[in-house]
């Protein structure tokens, strides 16, 4: 069983760029999708963490070790008239997983959306994801009302 005693989930900076950049190279070859040219995350990941108004990067490592990350991105809602933010991404390396790494990570999430006055947080999962159907449930979160569309 993994130890959780040293754990730490933190907003990337400058200098966790090439953590969060394997990170990414790892939730992608999870999914089994393409992983994009190292020069295509280090533009992404370069500029999410120097523009924070873009969104931000949270890493959680277990004893300085990272096992996952979690993408928040900024957007706008007309309807709330105010700031909103996307959680795009919520990943942990499956020796980590129900153990609370997810939960910790979504809930600092949460926590920086209710903190800076965000509208709301929102995210979409895959129909056939029940894996993430559940958590999501687990965390008391509403399914909503809208139906996504994507070109």
Excluded at 3 to 10: G, R, S
Excluded at 32 to 45: C, G, I, M, Q, R
Excluded at 109 to 137: G, H, L, P, R, S
Aim: proline share 2%; aromatic share 14%.
């Amino acid at each position: 069983m993994n130890n959780l005693e040293n754990i730490e989930i933190f907003e990337a900076t400058y200098d966790d760029r090439e953590t969060v950049i394997n990170l990414i190279r790892m939730y992608m070859e999870f999914y089994e999708k393409p992983v994009h040219e190292k020069s295509s995350l280090d533009t992404l990941v370069n500029t999410i963490i120097k523009n924070k108004d873009l969104g931000l990067f949270y890493v959680c490592t277990v004893n300085k070790e990272p096992v996952g990350f979690a993408t928040l991105y900024t957007t706008f809602s007309t309807l709330s008239m105010g700031r909103a933010m996307i959680l795009n991404d919520l990943f942990v390396i499956p020796d980590y997983r129900k153990l609370g790494v997810g939960d910790m990570l979504f809930n600092t999430c949460k926590k920086y959306v209710q903190d800076n006055n965000y509208a709301y947080m929102e995210w979409v999962t895959a129909k056939d994801n029940i894996v993430a159907q559940n958590f999501y449930k687990k965390q008391k979160a509403n399914k909503s009302d809208w139906i996504v569309y994507s070109i």
